[in-house]
């Protein structure tokens, strides 16, 4: 059965940091790519960040860019978002997941207040 497990979210301040972790399951994930999207209230979802099988290239929204930073660790099936200098705009449910299997989480929910 395949899972992906999204954890980290929560209550910042403008300008904090967190760390989201995403731990997958149920599918050989060092053979694929691997996204963080976001769904914010009233707009559409946006890639944020993503990270090719091995790691060697990375991706990112222009909104994100210089500001987090996507990692992964396939020994443990995992991707980490660190993310830095968090705006109120950055509020949102954040997923991960592989688009090409089309395989999401339920998503972590990320507040930045002002």
Same mark, same amino acid.
């Given at each position: *059965?395949? *899972?992906?497990?999204?954890?980290?979210?929560?209550?910042? *301040?403008?300008?904090?940091? =967190?760390? =989201?972790?995403?731990?997958?399951?149920?599918?050989?994930?060092?053979? @694929? !790519?691997?996204?963080? /999207?976001? !769904?914010?209230?009233? $707009?559409?979802?946006?890639? %944020?960040?993503?990270?090719?099988?091995?790691?060697?290239?990375?991706?990112?929204?222009?909104?994100?860019?210089? &500001? @987090?930073?996507?990692? &992964?660790?396939?020994? $443990?099936?995992?991707?980490? =978002? /660190?993310?830095?200098? !968090? $705006?109120?705009?950055?509020?949102? %449910?954040?997923?991960?997941?592989?688009?090409? =299997?089309?395989?999401?989480? $339920?998503?972590? !929910?990320?507040?930045?207040?002002?």
């Amino acid at each position: *059965q395949v *899972q992906l497990v999204e954890s980290g979210g929560g209550l910042v *301040q403008t300008g904090g940091s =967190l760390r =989201l972790s995403c731990t997958a399951s149920g599918f050989t994930f060092s053979k @694929f !790519l691997i996204a963080w /999207h976001r !769904l914010a209230p009233g $707009k559409d979802r946006e890639m %944020v960040a993503r990270i090719f099988p091995a790691g060697e290239i990375t991706n990112y929204a222009d909104s994100v860019k210089g &500001r @987090f930073t996507i990692s &992964r660790d396939n020994e $443990k099936n995992t991707v980490y =978002l /660190h993310m830095n200098s !968090l $705006k109120p705009e950055d509020t949102a %449910v954040y997923y991960c997941g592989a688009p090409s =299997l089309d395989y999401w989480g $339920k998503g972590t !929910l990320v507040t930045v207040s002002a």
